[in-house]
T-cell receptor
Framework: GQSLEQPSEVTAVEGAIVQINCTYQ??????LSWYQQHDGGAPTFLSY????GLEETGRFSSFLSRSDSYGYLLLQELQMKDSASYFC??????????FGGGTRVLVKP | KAGVTQTPRYLIKTRGQQVTLSCSPI?????VSWYQQTPGQGLQFLFE???????NKGNFPGRFSGRQFSNSRSEMNVSTLELGDSALYLC??????????????FGQGTRLTVV
């Protein structure tokens, strides 16, 4: 089966940098995805890493090390609107996503 | 372009009843996946359909079933509802299985309450 571990909660101030780590155990690994979900909203795709290395999309970056079964999401220049839950998800067969428990990020003024 | 549309948005059902939820994927997307989200269990994969065929199935009882139509629209059905089936049911659409960009687009979900 698959399992993913990520911290349950992170608190930071506006303008700060937050790193959310994700470790996984899985078979048939295709890649690691990250999703953002605001309260009452749908998960929104942020990034996907299929190969080792860093992917940068604006203020958000994601990193993957397949040999370490580890990835992280980096949120830079935090804004109040970044307060949300962030999920890592392993993509296996087809489009099956197995999600971590989610990290709640609280941004304070 | 229009996003993923799920109907209905909210539903209240009684134990023992059955329910059918609908999902219309983004135009051109042929892969549809379903997920259950609860506070206790998080986001859990139910099943994935592509070209009207179920390609993957999660670890849920047989009361949970689904299908996909030729226009890629999908439905999921839950029979003999239990209180524990109360959850947000999310549908996600993708271009195709194994799409290299790895993007899945989620609908707003159907909030099912079983009483």
């Amino acid at each position: 089966g698959q399992s993913l571990e990520q911290p349950s909660e992170v608190t930071a101030v506006e303008g700060a940098i937050v790193q959310i780590n994700c470790t996984y155990q899985t078979s048939g690994f295709y890649g690691l995805s990250w999703y953002q979900q605001h309260d009452g909203g749908a998960p929104t795709f942020l990034s996907y890493n299929a190969l080792d290395g860093l992917e940068e999309t604006g203020r958000f970056s994601s990193f993957l090390s397949r040999s370490d079964s580890y990835g992280y999401l980096l949120l830079q220049e935090l804004q109040m609107k970044d307060s949300a839950s962030y999920f890592c998800a392993v993509r296996t067969a087809g489009n099956k996503l197995t999600f971590g428990g989610g990290t709640r990020v609280l941004v304070k003024p | 372009k229009a996003g993923v549309t799920q109907t209905p948005r909210y539903l209240i059902k009684t134990r023992g009843q059955q329910v059918t939820l609908s999902c219309s994927p983004i135009s051109g997307h042929r892969s549809v996946s379903w997920y259950q989200q609860t506070p206790g269990q998080g986001l859990q994969f139910l099943f994935e359909y592509f070209s009207e065929t179920q390609r993957n199935k999660g670890n849920f009882p047989g009361r949970f079933s689904g299908r996909q139509f030729s226009n890629s629209r999908s439905e999921m059905n839950v029979s003999t509802l239990e209180l524990g089936d109360s959850a947000l049911y999310l549908c996600a659409s993708s271009l195709a299985p194994g799409d290299r960009r790895g993007e899945a687009f989620f609908g707003q979900g159907t909030r099912l309450t079983v009483v």
